[in-house]
C-alpha cells in the first residue's frame, strides 16, 4: 500500500544537481517523508527525513512544499556512485512505524 | 557502530527444501523488520516486531514462512517448503521505536 508516486527513472549529468520527485498528496499531519537509496545488491540506506521544514544534511536536501502534498530530494553534486534507486517513504508514524516502499526512481549519473 | 547483521548472504536450494535466515539487529533496537524483496521491486513487509512480540505478520505466507524472535535481540526467518517464486532477497531491518529503519546488507534466496 505504497502511500508515494515517483517516476521509475531519471538521469542526470555527473556534477550537476540531481532532483527527485515524490509525490505523497494523502499525506497526514504527523506523517513524515523520508527517503531512502539502494543501491545495486545492499540493502536501503537512509539519506533524510523530514515533517514540514526544508531539511540538510551532509547527503541531500529534502524540499517539502507548503501543504505537503509532494517534496523534492536533491543531490546537489551527482558523482557516479550516486547511481542507485530512490524510494520515498511516508512513515505511518502510529501504526507500529510501518515504511510502505513503492518501486522508487532509478536515477542513472552519467559521465 | 555496528549495523544489521544478516547471514549467509547468498543461499541456494532446490524447491521443496527449507531455509533459515538469521538477523542481528542494532543494539537497543525494540523494533525488528523481516522484509522481502523481489528483482525489480521496493521491499515489501514480511514481519515486525517489537521486543518479543508481532506487532504485523499480515503479509507473511504463514503456511511456508516462519519467523521467531528470541529474547527480543536476534531473529530468524524460515521457509518450509521452498517455492520458485520465493526467490528473492531478504531484508533485515531495526529501528528504536517510531524512529528511521536501519538495513542489513541482506540475503540473496535462489530456489532451483
Known amino acids: 500500500d505504497a502511500k508515494t508516486t515517483q517516476p521509475p527513472s531519471m538521469d542526470c549529468a555527473e556534477g550537476r544537481a540531481a532532483n527527485l520527485p515524490c509525490n505523497h498528496s494523502?499525506?497526514?499531519?504527523?506523517?513524515?517523508v523520508y527517503w531512502y537509496r539502494q543501491i545495486h545488491s545492499q540493502g536501503p540506506q537512509y539519506i533524510i527525513h523530514g515533517l514540514k521544514n526544508n531539511e540538510t544534511n551532509e547527503m541531500a536536501s529534502l524540499i517539502i512544499t507548503e501543504d505537503r502534498k509532494s517534496s523534492t530530494l536533491i543531490l546537489p553534486h551527482a558523482t557516479l556512485r550516486d547511481t542507485a534507486v530512490y524510494y520515498c517513504i511516508v512513515r505511518v508514524e502510529y501504526n507500529f512505524n510501518k515504511f510502505y516502499f513503492g518501486s522508487g526512481t532509478k536515477l542513472n549519473v552519467k559521465p | 557502530e555496528a549495523g544489521v547483521a544478516q547471514s549467509p548472504r547468498y543461499k541456494i536450494i532446490e524447491k521443496r527444501q527449507s531455509v533459515a535466515f538469521w538477523c542481528n539487529p542494532i543494539s537497543g533496537h525494540a523494533t525488528l523488520y523481516w522484509y522481502q524483496q523481489i528483482l525489480g521491486q521496493g521491499p515489501k513487509l514480511l514481519i515486525q516486531?517489537?521486543?518479543?512480540?508481532?506487532?504485523?505478520d499480515s503479509q507473511l505466507p504463514k503456511d511456508r514462512f516462519s519467523a521467531e524472535r528470541l529474547k527480543g535481540v536476534d531473529s530468524t526467518l524460515k521457509i518450509q517448503p521452498a517455492k520458485l517464486e520465493d526467490s528473492a532477497v531478504y531484508l533485515c531491518a531495526s529501528s528504536l521505536i517510531n524512529a528511521g529503519q536501519f538495513f542489513g546488507p541482506g540475503t540473496r534466496l535462489t530456489v532451483l
Open positions: 516486531f517489537q521486543n518479543n512480540g508481532v506487532v504485523d
Open positions: 494523502t499525506i497526514s499531519g504527523n506523517e513524515y
